[in-house]
């Protein structure tokens, strides 16, 4: 808990304790160093954050710790981390910076960076480079000249809607008058994300729940109660940043964000019927992708865990002709024509597209989908626990599959069933996943990964 997490999914940690507005000066100005090494003095570079409460503190510091490098700064206020990097294509930006730990608990909080004109996260090389900018930093410059900050968060979110909105039938959704709740988790969805449901004429329900930020069925408790109650078509719910969605269905019931992903590519690839179609999943996103991706005789991408993964998988795949699109099993839509990061709001549109084709509920939609028991549990992460031992012994525990050392290790067999085990990007833990036929198998696969991961640990 007292040392930062650094990988391509950002920066993060606990605030007071590894992450303080020191840490983010000096990290604003190696990333300001990269901004204009790489596209020279006086680019454009946007800010935002999401609700955490020691975001304004670390956006002050990290707005100190650019500011010697001669930036121009758009200040996006509080925006969903898929707006402010949709927004970077027609702000021109050369960069930009959100303060968010996306669905780690409240007490964390970090940063994301990117570069254009790209315009997706940084991938290892850059990561690693800004880490030895870091490590380089002397004291930084005791006095500057505080540069002008413009707001332009209603004309990023105007713009972000307005570009989600072309992807979609709005007068075929309008016409259904769907009843939605959402509980965005007083996060930075909670403002763009009623907008935008108003605007496809959905009756909204907002649910103003404290929950932890990522959106899984253990802490959707107040929104599920409130479908019951409201009697709602459906529901959907956001992480703090409001990359990542989750779905819940007429009956009140959470199927598991893997489930937001394979519905929204289901309807991709029955929408784009014809040609050179490529969907793009990470290694341990659910094998009903798989089966989507063949039903249709598309191309499947798999790559590494992280969103600049896909990103550039998926960037590659348009630029080489393809219809591409992909996303992440966490409830991350990625839809190029948008943009090159996990978008909630896009995913929203689509699922409600979908709805809107008949008059069949959420439920009935999700049921014809191949669907497999998917188990994850994560286990704490020290320097007692030797990975490379328990790779080796996970293969030993499970005889008779492809190996596969993509992303910590995976063991898949030929019904479907798989095991994976993998350290987190983004947290002090080891993510322990299962995936079968069989919900009882997958239980108890991972309580035996558990088992072997104590087992290494206590040697």
């Not at 964390?108 to 290892?124: E, S, Y």
């Not at 929104?223 to 992480?239: E, G, H, I, P, T």
């Amino acid at each position: 808990m007292n040392e930062l997490i650094v990988s391509y999914s950002g920066v993060r940690g606990v605030w007071g304790e590894s992450l303080t507005s020191e840490v983010a000066r000096r990290y604003g100005h190696a990333f300001g160093r990269m901004v204009v090494k790489r596209h020279g003095i006086g680019g454009t570079l946007l800010i935002g954050r999401d609700t955490r409460a020691s975001g304004p503190a670390l956006l002050e510091a990290m707005i100190d710790g650019l500011a010697p490098h001669g930036l121009r700064f758009i200040d996006l206020g509080i925006v969903p981390t898929p707006t402010l990097q949709f927004a970077m294509k027609p702000f021109a930006a050369a960069g930009a910076v959100v303060i968010t730990a996306s669905h780690n608990p409240r007490q964390w909080n970090g940063f994301k960076f990117f570069f254009g004109p790209d315009n997706t996260v940084l991938d290892a090389a850059e990561t690693r480079e800004l880490m030895e900018t870091i490590s380089g930093l002397d004291r930084l410059p005791d006095s500057f000249e505080r540069p002008e900050v413009m707001d332009a968060h209603a004309e990023a979110v105007r713009l972000h809607l307005e570009k989600v909105l072309e992807q979609v039938d709005g007068e075929r959704i309008r016409d259904r008058h769907f009843r939605v709740a959402i509980d965005s988790a007083r996060g930075a969805g909670a403002e763009p994300t009623p907008r935008l449901l108003e605007r496809l004429g959905c009756e909204v329900v907002p649910v103003l729940s404290s929950r932890e930020s990522e959106p899984i069925p253990e802490n959707l408790t107040e929104l599920r109660q409130a479908v019951r109650d409201r009697r709602c078509d459906l529901a959907f719910a956001q992480d703090l940043d409001a990359d990542r969605l989750a779905l819940v269905t007429e009956q009140g019931l959470a199927p598991g964000e893997e489930l937001t992903l394979v519905l929204v590519l289901d309807h991709l690839l029955k929408r784009f019927g014809e040609g050179s179609r490529l969907v793009v999943k990470n290694a341990v996103t659910t094998r009903a992708v798989d089966e989507l991706a063949a039903r249709f005789g598309a191309t499947l991408v798999e790559t590494r865990v992280g969103e600049v993964n896909l990103s550039r998988a998926l960037l590659k795949a348009v630029r080489e002709g393809h219809t591409a699109f992909g996303g992440e099993g966490n409830g991350g839509v990625i839809f190029p024509a948008v943009g090159l990061g996990r978008d909630s709001l896009l995913g929203i549109a689509m699922v409600l597209e979908r709805l809107s084709q008949d008059a069949r509920p959420l439920s009935a939609h999700l049921a014809e989908l191949p669907r497999y028991a998917m188990v994850k549990e994560k286990a704490q992460f020290d320097p007692t626990l030797d990975l490379e031992a328990l790779y080796r012994r996970v293969a030993e525990a499970f005889p008779g599959g492809v190996e596969n050392r993509l992303d910590g290790i995976r063991v898949r067999f030929r019904d479907g069933t798989w095991v994976g085990v993998r350290p987190s990007n983004t947290e002090p833990i080891v993510r322990l996943i299962a995936e079968s036929p069989s919900a009882s198998w997958a239980q108890e696969a991972v309580e035996r990964l558990r088992s072997l991961t104590d087992s290494v640990r206590n040697r």
